[in-house]
C-alpha cells in the first residue's frame, strides 16, 4: 500500500490550495481518510477525516469552515481543499488511513507529506 499527498506549495495569507492524496494497492473509497498536519517543533494533529461508511467528514476546530475534505474525481484519491489560509497553517500535511478520530500513533498507513507555507 502506498500514498502520496500532493498539491502543497507557498501561498499567500487567505489564498486556497487543494491537496491530493492518492493512494495505490487497496481501494480509498472502502477506507477512512485523515488528513493530518506537522508544524516545525509540534506535535502531529489530526486536521480531517471522511469516514468509509457513511461518508460523515470531521474536522478540526480552526479547519471548521475553511477546509472541506472529499472523495477527489480521480479514482482513488481523497482531496483537502484549504481555503482563506493562515500563517498558522503552516506545515507539513500528511494523508493516513485508519480510523476517523484516532491518533496518528494509530493509523494504518501513511504518506510521505507534502509542505504547505502559507506567508506573504
Known amino acids: 500500500v502506498q500514498l502520496q499527498a500532493s498539491g502543497g506549495g507557498l501561498v499567500q495569507p487567505g489564498g486556497s490550495l487543494r491537496l491530493s492524496c492518492k493512494a495505490s494497492?487497496?481501494?480509498?473509497?472502502?477506507?477512512?481518510v485523515a488528513w493530518f498536519r506537522q508544524a516545525p517543533g509540534k506535535e502531529r494533529e489530526g486536521v480531517s477525516c471522511?469516514?468509509?461508511?457513511?461518508?460523515?467528514?470531521s474536522y478540526e476546530d480552526s479547519a471548521k469552515g475553511r477546509f472541506t475534505i472529499s472523495r477527489g474525481k480521480d479514482k482513488n484519491t481523497v482531496d483537502l481543499h484549504m481555503t482563506n489560509l493562515r500563517s498558522d497553517d503552516t506545515a507539513v500535511y500528511y494523508c493516513?488511513?485508519?480510523?476517523?478520530?484516532?491518533?496518528?500513533?494509530?493509523?494504518?498507513?501513511w504518506g510521505k507529506g507534502t509542505l504547505v507555507t502559507v506567508s506573504s
Open positions: 493516513a488511513i485508519g480510523v476517523c478520530g484516532s491518533s496518528w500513533r494509530n493509523m494504518d498507513y
Open positions: 494497492g487497496l481501494n480509498l473509497d472502502y477506507r477512512a
Open positions: 471522511i469516514n468509509n461508511s457513511d461518508g460523515r467528514t
